[in-house]
């Protein structure tokens, strides 16, 4: 809808938005509703309509001001001396953006799931504006490399520390973001596979398998339709059965969704430990789990959508995703590197900060096609060797 003319109308509207975010903090998006946004504003719901369509295009007009407040933060800083400070300005002027604006931010978080032009939107934009100041240090491709490599570190950092944990990001994490950002995640030679490396495939149920039919139906209904949107009728006719069937394995929907996210966890666990088996170092093992991430993405293209839905619908079914990851992958860090093996020392930091990088270098590469003209060795080569 067009802009409202007078400065009443302009406060009503900013007054309908800032609204929005706090209700859908507390309620969701999918749960919240136009008289629910209303309440909050102090407005009858008759008056949300001479602003905005519907729901959809008050939560676009919440994350294009968080992503402009972003953009702009990024975009005003000044001019440093080298590619790991200017880095780590951008990560400082990040956090400093979201803080205050946490409320939009997790509103973001649930409606991209099921809104990719809204991700596009959103992330597009802010990797580009890094890349513009990344580029003084690393030209072309490279740059855009870096950019969504540590747009992923301070997205990840930001989930951890001021949503999970509810606290603030410490003062350690902008300088960790710069140091991998700048200096590479490892110093050792990157590891080069030619041809393409293969892996273990997807594995199809068995005609006769029927939970396991059930589950790659959930999944893909999930996935496609959200957890609101998605019926048992549904998810049984797709596997081929009753929807009567569908309680013989899951007491209800809820569990289905829980036992998806737990099949898709150790789906994924797996391909990393199988595609690693024969790593040289522990560097050599993130790499290949970097591209055991990828293939996976291709193999579950709701992925995302279906972890970004458990997480809004059941908090512990994030840490038994994010959370069980994230602790195995610190724990393996910390027993298997080798002092000065990565350029970061704080297992934490960079195992999250891996997690991060993969998710959004995986988002963009796999569901998007970005990067073109790279190959995936060339740029997981780049964001592993750092700006030089």
């Known amino acids: 809808m067009s802009a409202p ?9 900013e007054r309908l938005i800032e609204a929005s975010g ?9 749960a919240s509703g136009v008289a629910d946004i209303c309440n909050a504003a102090g407005l009858a719901v008759g008056g949300f309509y001479r602003y905005f369509a519907s729901k959809e295009e008050i939560i676009q007009a919440l994350t294009r001001e968080l992503r402009d407040d972003l953009v702009r933060a990024v975009a005003e800083l000044p001019q440093q001396k080298d590619a790991e400070s200017e880095a780590q300005a951008v990560a400082k002027a990040f956090f400093a953006a979201v803080a205050p604006r946490l409320d939009a931010f997790k509103a973001m978080r649930e409606a991209e799931a099921g809104d990719e032009d809204l991700a596009r939107d959103f992330y597009g934009p802010i990797a580009e504006v890094i890349a513009g100041r990344l580029a003084r240090f690393s030209g072309g491709p490279k740059a855009s ?21 509810k606290g603030g990001v410490p003062a350690r994490a902008p300088e960790a973001a710069a140091r991998l950002c700048a200096a590479g995640i490892s110093k050792q030679p990157f590891p080069w596979w030619e041809p393409a490396l293969t892996g273990p495939s997807r594995a199809k149920p068995a005609p006769g398998d029927t939970r396991a039919l059930m589950l790659e139906a959930a999944e893909e209904v999930f996935g496609r339709c959200g957890y609101n949107g998605a019926r048992v009728a549904e ?4 596997a081929g059965f009753a929807a009567g069937t569908f309680y013989l394995f ?3 929907k809820e569990e289905a969704l829980e036992k998806v996210v737990m099949r898709m966890r150790d789906c994924l666990v797996k391909k990393a430990a199988a595609y690693s088996a024969g790593a040289g170092s522990r560097v050599e093992t993130e790499a290949l789990a970097f ?8 193999e579950h293209p709701y992925g995302y959508r279906i972890m970004r839905e458990a997480e809004f619908t059941d908090q512990k079914l ?13 724990e393996q860090i910390r027993k298997a590197a080798k002092p000065g093996e990565f350029t970061l020392a704080d297992h934490e930091l960079l195992a999250l900060a891996l997690m991060g990088m993969g998710h959004m270098l995986g988002m963009k590469r796999v569901l998007w096609g970005g990067f073109r003209g790279m190959t995936e060795n060339e740029l997981l080569k780049t964001v592993f060797e750092g700006i030089k």
């Open 235 to 238: 998810i049984a006719k797709k």
């Open 291 to 298: 591209r055991a991430l990828f293939d996976f993405i291709r």
């Open 318 to 330: 994030a840490d038994a995703y994010y959370g069980y990851i994230l602790r195995n992958y610190a």
């Open 22 to 30: 706090a209700v859908f903090a507390r309620k969701g998006c999918a």
């Open 145 to 165: 490399a870096h950019a969504w490599a540590l747009l992923g570190t301070l997205y990840f950092y930001s989930v951890k520390f001021l949503i999970w944990e």
């Open 250 to 252: 899951f007491d209800s």
């Open 5 to 13: 003319a007078t400065p009443k109308g302009i406060k009503t509207r």
